[in-house]
Each structure stands twice: as structure tokens, then as C-alpha cells.
């Protein structure tokens, strides 16, 4: 499985982005896609995943992002997305997408199998 993440840029406080995430080679009809990202000098952090199934699309965010992001799939095109609105200073770092042939309960990366190359976001303030 090959992941793109794409979307990323600079936003000021207070702006949206939308991030995407397109999957291609050998792909799956079940599991979870997620999002993490990476600031400068620190750990990588779960934001957002989704199950990815015909028959349901269960979310769970961060506590840092709830309100403000939004993760939404297109199974047809093999795409998930992140809707960023409201960003902060804060937000600023390479967002990751992932991708798990399992339901992920979690939020560790180790839980994910496939990851995408990472695209930066900046908010300046």
C-alpha cells in the first residue's frame, strides 16, 4: 500500500487547510486510516482516525483537535481527508497519514502498517 499525503501549506491563526490522502497499490476493504503529525524536535502524535469499511465510518480525534478538525473518507477513491479549521500556532507540524488493515482502538503509530510521506503544515501567528 502506497500512501500521498497531500494539502499541506501556510495558513495564518485562524485558517482552514484540508489535507488528503490517497492509497494506492494493494488496498483493503476494511481496517482504519489515520492522521498523525510531528513538530520539530518532538514525538509523532496521534490526531484522527477512521475505520474504513462500506458499512460504517467511526471517528476519533485528538483532544487538541476536537471541534476544529474533521476526518472524512471516500472509499471509492481511496481517500481520506482532514478538514483543519480554526488552526493555531500549535497545529504547526508534518501531518502524517497511516494506514491499518486492523480496526485501530489506539493511537500509537505502532498500530499502523503503512504510512504516507508527511506534509507540512505552518500557521503562523
Known amino acids: 500500500v502506497q500512501l500521498q499525503a497531500s494539502g499541506g501549506g501556510l495558513v495564518q491563526t485562524g485558517g482552514s487547510l484540508r489535507l488528503s490522502c490517497a492509497a494506492s497499490?494493494?488496498?483493503?476493504?476494511?481496517?482504519?486510516r489515520g492522521w498523525f503529525r510531528q513538530a520539530p524536535g518532538k514525538e509523532r502524535k496521534f490526531v484522527s482516525a477512521i475505520t474504513w469499511s462500506w458499512s460504517d465510518g467511526i471517528t476519533r480525534y485528538a483532544d487538541s483537535v476536537k471541534g476544529r478538525f474533521t476526518i472524512s473518507r471516500d472509499i471509492g477513491k481511496n481517500t481520506v481527508y482532514l478538514e483543519m479549521n480554526s488552526l493555531k500556532a500549535k497545529d504547526t507540524a508534518v501531518y502524517y497519514c497511516?494506514?491499518?488493515?486492523?480496526?485501530?482502538?489506539?493511537?500509537?503509530?505502532?498500530?499502523?502498517?503503512?504510512w504516507g510521506q508527511g506534509t507540512l503544515v505552518t500557521v503562523s501567528s
Open positions: 497511516a494506514a491499518s488493515i486492523r480496526v485501530v482502538r489506539g493511537s500509537v503509530p505502532e498500530e499502523f502498517d503503512y
Open positions: 497499490g494493494r488496498t483493503f476493504s476494511s481496517g482504519t
